[in-house]
C-alpha cells in the first residue's frame, strides 16, 4: 500500500515512515520542509495524490488559544484533498484523555481535531498516546529554577516515542477502526515522583517539592491522562528507557 505521511519527518512521523517501508510498504513523508502547507493546501493534492492511506502527525506549533485554528484548517484542508485523491483510511494521533481536560488550550484542540475526522468523508481510526517519555524533561523544565522542580501529584502513564510510531504503523496498515485506540506505556507515576525518578537518573541533585498548583499539568484532575479498559500496553519501561 502507499501512504501520505504528513509530518513524516517528525519524532513520530519519521519512525512511522521507516517502520512502513520496512514491512514492504510505500511511505512517504511530507512536511513543510518538502513543501507541504496544511494551512494554505500548498502541495498537499500532489502529496496524497494515489495514496491509499493519510497518516495526519502534524502538530500547531503553539499549544495556545490558536492551536483549534490550525487543527481546523489544517484537516479541513486534508480531508478535502484526501477525498479527491480516493484514500480510503485517515489516521491521526492523539491524546489519551484529551476530551477530560478542557481547561487546556491545545488539549481542547486535539479533542476538536478528532471531531473533525469522525465527521469526515474518509473511514477513519485515532490512535490516542499518553505523554511521551521523550517529553517529560520538557515538563520538568517548565517549573524549574536552579535548586527546585515544582511538579503536581497528576498521574502519568509515559510511553515511548518508538512504541507510538509502532502502533501508528500498525493501525494504519490495518482496516480504518471506524474509532479510538488508547496507547500507554506499562507503568503510571504521580508526576512529582516522575520527576524524582528523571533527575536521580541523570545525576540532577536538584530537588522536587510537590506542588498541585504548578504547570500545565495542573489543570487535570484525577487520572484522566491514563489508560483506562481495553487500551494497548506498550512494552517499554521508563526506567529502562531512561538508561
Excluded: C
Excluded at 489516521?91 to 475526522?117: C, F, H, M, N, W
Excluded at 474518509?122 to 517529560?136: C, D, H, K, L, N
Excluded at 495542573?218 to 487500551?231: E, I, K, S
Aim: net charge negative; proline share 5%; aromatic share 6%.
Amino acid at each position: 500500500m502507499k501512504f501520505a505521511v504528513i509530518g513524516g519527518t517528525g519524532l513520530i512521523g519519521s519512525q512511522v515512515v521507516r517502520n512502513l517501508n520496512a514491512a514492504g510498504h510505500e511511505a512517504v513523508p511530507h512536511s513543510l520542509s518538502t513543501g507541504v502547507d496544511v494551512l494554505t493546501g500548498q502541495g498537499v493534492d500532489a502529496a496524497l495524490a494515489g495514496a491509499d492511506v493519510v497518516v495526519n502527525l502534524t502538530n500547531s506549533p503553539t499549544f495556545d488559544d490558536a492551536s483549534p485554528a490550525f487543527f481546523r484548517t489544517s484537516m479541513d484542508n486534508l480531508l478535502a484533498a484526501a477525498r479527491r485523491s480516493g484514500a480510503g483510511h485517515f489516521v491521526i494521533l492523539s491524546i489519551v484523555g484529551a476530551d477530560q481536560v478542557p481547561e487546556l488550550d491545545y488539549y481542547r484542540a486535539k479533542t476538536l481535531q478528532e471531531d473533525i475526522l469522525k465527521a469526515g468523508p474518509i473511514p477513519y481510526s485515532i490512535v490516542r498516546a499518553t505523554q511521551f517519555m521523550e517529553f517529560v524533561a520538557d515538563v520538568l523544565s517548565w517549573t524549574a529554577d536552579d535548586d527546585t522542580v515544582r511538579l503536581p501529584r497528576t498521574p502519568l502513564q509515559p510511553v515511548a516515542a518508538a512504541d507510538v510510531a509502532a502502533t501508528v504503523a500498525d493501525v494504519a496498515a490495518g482496516s480504518p477502526l471506524g474509532g479510538t485506540l488508547d496507547l500507554a506505556g506499562p507503568d503510571t507515576y504521580p508526576l512529582d515522583e516522575l520527576g524524582r525518578i528523571t533527575l536521580a537518573a541523570k545525576g540532577d541533585k536538584r530537588s522536587v517539592t510537590t506542588d498541585d498548583t504548578a504547570g500545565m499539568f495542573a489543570a487535570v484532575h484525577g487520572d484522566v491522562l491514563t489508560a483506562g479498559n481495553g487500551a494497548r500496553i506498550a512494552p517499554t519501561h521508563y526506567t529502562d528507557w531512561l538508561k
